[in-house]
């Protein structure tokens, strides 16, 4: 069965846009409330799921199939405290020439579908 561009979870897509901020296992269990190990666990069903061998890999791949935004940086994710996006000293924004994300233009073939838009 292929796994390509299949959702995630919410949680799910908040941890790996954690990983992509480049938190820690310890502070995405913090964030999450849920513990070191557990953590552990879900990226590693993750790297299973989608065939990566690492984190980086993981991370790339939910870009390429759009289970993570373009064109923002930091990603976007919403802690267990509410707060959106990374650090107060890291804004997100949008990167000026970035490509669209499907949802956003109809010419953008939908990754789950293989039809437009």
Do not use: F, K
């Amino acid at each position: 069965m292929s796994m390509i561009g299949a959702a995630m979870s919410a949680r799910e897509t908040q941890l790996v846009a954690m990983l992509a901020r480049g938190d820690t296992t310890g502070r995405a269990a913090h964030e999450l409330g849920l513990s070191r190990h557990t953590v552990g666990e879900i990226i590693s069903m993750l790297l299973a799921r989608y065939n990566c061998s690492n984190r980086a890999a993981l991370v790339a791949y939910c870009y390429v199939h759009h289970l993570l935004p373009l064109g923002v940086w930091p990603p976007p994710c919403t802690s267990r405290r509410g707060a959106v996006g990374g650090p107060a000293s890291y804004p997100s924004t949008r990167i000026q020439g970035a490509p669209e994300a499907a949802a956003d233009n109809p010419r953008l073939e939908h990754p789950a579908t293989g039809t437009d838009g």
